[in-house]
């Protein structure tokens, strides 16, 4: 049997099971295009840390922002802001973080009606895939007047606001914009979006967290031990080869081995039900 059917049978078995233990299903809380790109830009800066910390505190932040998140954008007062979510905190980012993304937003749209098109002002689309795109991007957004939030000094040294917007140029992974991004733009399945169509699917990169490093160096894809650009480049690479118009279409299959699966390499009675046991180097590191 070869790895893509392998894959694709992991693709098909995806469940609501899985999409509830995923930051995802906060876009899904809304029908609206317009309130999924938002939901997804928020959710997907908070993704990071214990998967059920994260469910939590985004749950806080969407209650707070009721029913649309783009028309509490569109009226977002920063003062007003700080005021609600002045007890906020998830690990480094605070709530003037929060709300430095909040006003960050509201720009994009204001300045072009949309966050995908505010974005696609940084997007090539004869790249080969998006690494000028979220450089472009990262570095226009840390860019923006927040002096509402953060006064006229610009973000602080003691503000974390910059982490949401992390740029291959340094050589991060960009795990949460890329996640965004595949949320986004690949075609509705159920589980991502397909809400954005000015990238191509095959021009995106996978989102490289602890799971999918580690699951994706037992599959071969890269032999680098940190989770990077690069090792983020050559696992799309890897995935690119098995399905050239949509790589990164396994990826919420792959990580779900790790964070709904409990998957760690280690346990050889998980390892030996695993679907991908085959083709999987798990315990021989």
Same mark, same amino acid.
């Given at each position: 049997?070869?790895?893509?059917?392998?894959?694709?049978?992991?693709?098909?078995?995806?469940?609501?099971?899985?999409?509830?233990?995923?930051?995802?299903?906060?876009?899904?809380?809304?029908?609206?295009?317009?309130?999924?790109?938002?939901?997804?830009?928020?959710?997907?800066?908070?993704?990071?840390?214990?998967?059920?910390?994260?469910?939590?505190?985004?749950?806080?932040?969407?209650?707070?922002?009721?029913?649309?998140?783009?028309?509490?954008?569109?009226?977002?007062?920063?003062?007003?802001?700080?005021?609600?979510?002045?007890?906020?905190?998830?690990?480094?980012?605070?709530?003037?973080?929060?709300?430095?993304?909040?006003?960050?937003?509201?720009?994009?749209?204001?300045?072009?009606?949309?966050?995908?098109?505010?974005?696609?002002?940084?997007? %090539? @689309?004869?790249?080969? /895939?998006?690494?000028?795109?979220?450089? =472009?991007? *990262? +570095?226009?957004?840390?860019?923006? &007047?927040?002096?509402?939030?953060?006064?006229?000094?610009?973000?602080?040294?003691?503000?974390?606001?910059?982490?949401?917007?992390?740029?291959?140029?340094?050589?991060?992974?960009?795990?949460?914009?890329?996640?965004?991004?595949?949320?986004?733009?690949?075609?509705?399945?159920?589980?991502?979006?397909?809400?954005?169509?000015?990238?191509?699917?095959?021009?995106?990169?996978?989102?490289?967290?602890?799971?999918?490093?580690?699951?994706?160096?037992?599959?071969?894809?890269?032999?680098?031990?940190?989770?990077?650009?690069?090792?983020?480049?050559?696992?799309?690479?890897?995935?690119?080869?098995?399905?050239?118009? %949509? @790589?990164?279409?396994? /990826?919420?299959?792959?990580?779900?081995? =790790?964070? *709904? +699966?409990?998957?760690?390499?280690? &346990?050889?009675?998980?390892?030996?039900?695993?679907?991908?046991?085959?083709?999987?180097?798990?315990?021989?590191?």
């Amino acid at each position: 049997m070869e790895l893509k059917t392998v894959l694709e049978a992991l693709y098909q078995n995806r469940s609501q099971e899985h999409l509830a233990n995923d930051p995802l299903s906060f876009c899904h809380r809304f029908n609206e295009p317009q309130d999924q790109e938002v939901a997804g830009l928020i959710a997907s800066s908070f993704a990071y840390g214990n998967v059920k910390i994260i469910k939590k505190n985004l749950a806080v932040i969407f209650d707070a922002m009721g029913p649309s998140p783009r028309r509490f954008v569109e009226g977002f007062d920063p003062a007003e802001g700080m005021r609600l979510f002045s007890g906020f905190k998830h690990r480094f980012n605070d709530g003037r973080d929060l709300c430095a993304l909040l006003l960050a937003c509201r720009i994009m749209i204001e300045e072009a009606g949309s966050v995908e098109k505010w974005l696609l002002r940084f997007h %090539d @689309p004869a790249s080969e /895939d998006i690494t000028g795109t979220l450089s =472009g991007f *990262s +570095e226009a957004v840390k860019a923006l &007047d927040l002096a509402p939030v953060f006064g006229a000094g610009g973000v602080p040294a003691d503000s974390y606001f910059p982490f949401f917007f992390p740029s291959p140029a340094s050589g991060s992974a960009c795990k949460r914009l890329c996640m965004y991004l595949r949320w986004m733009v690949r075609p509705a399945d159920g589980i991502d979006l397909g809400i954005w169509k000015g990238i191509s699917p095959a021009q995106l990169v996978i989102p490289v967290d602890a799971h999918i490093q580690r699951i994706c160096r037992f599959l071969g894809f890269s032999n680098r031990k940190q989770g990077d650009w690069r090792m983020a480049c050559e696992i799309t690479r890897a995935l690119r080869e098995i399905d050239p118009q %949509d @790589p990164v279409k396994y /990826d919420f299959s792959i990580c779900h081995l =790790g964070i *709904s +699966e409990g998957c760690d390499g280690k &346990d050889r009675l998980k390892c030996a039900a695993c679907p991908i046991g085959d083709f999987c180097s798990a315990g021989t590191e």
